[in-house]
């Protein structure tokens, strides 16, 4: 699935604010952002037989909203989307939880 892909689906799926890493003005929490931490590739014998992106996903809502969370998760999982979750962090300068996911 392609960067753009991902964006529809996620934008269809929760219809609130998603941005590929960051908005141009300030969006209403909650939203998403989601970013591109680089490809691995599976190689062997000299020959790369396989290459992903690595996705980090990023929950951001003004209180810790466990509801959310597990429907992002249930997304992941009907899209076949291994994904690992590194928790949450509250920024105090925002007022936000962020809660964090790579897939």
């Known amino acids: 699935m392609n960067f753009r892909i991902f964006y529809e689906k996620l934008k269809s799926e929760f219809k609130i604010s998603v941005a590929y890493d960051h908005f141009e003005s300030k969006p209403t929490v909650p939203f998403i952002v989601f970013l591109d931490e680089g490809k691995r590739v599976y190689t062997a014998d000299n020959i790369n037989y396989f290459k992903?992106?690595?996705?980090?996903?990023e929950l951001?809502?003004?209180r810790?909203?466990?509801?959310?969370?597990?429907?992002?998760?249930n997304f992941f999982n009907r899209e076949n989307l291994i994904f690992?979750?590194?928790g949450s962090t509250y920024i105090e300068d925002?007022?936000?939880?962020?809660?964090?996911?790579?897939?």
């Open 94 to 103: 925002e007022k936000l939880y962020v809660h964090y996911y790579h897939i």
């Open 60 to 62: 951001y809502t003004d």
């Open 64 to 73: 810790k909203n466990l509801e959310l969370e597990e429907q992002l998760e």
């Open 52 to 57: 992903f992106n690595n996705i980090r996903v």
């Open 84 to 86: 690992v979750d590194d």
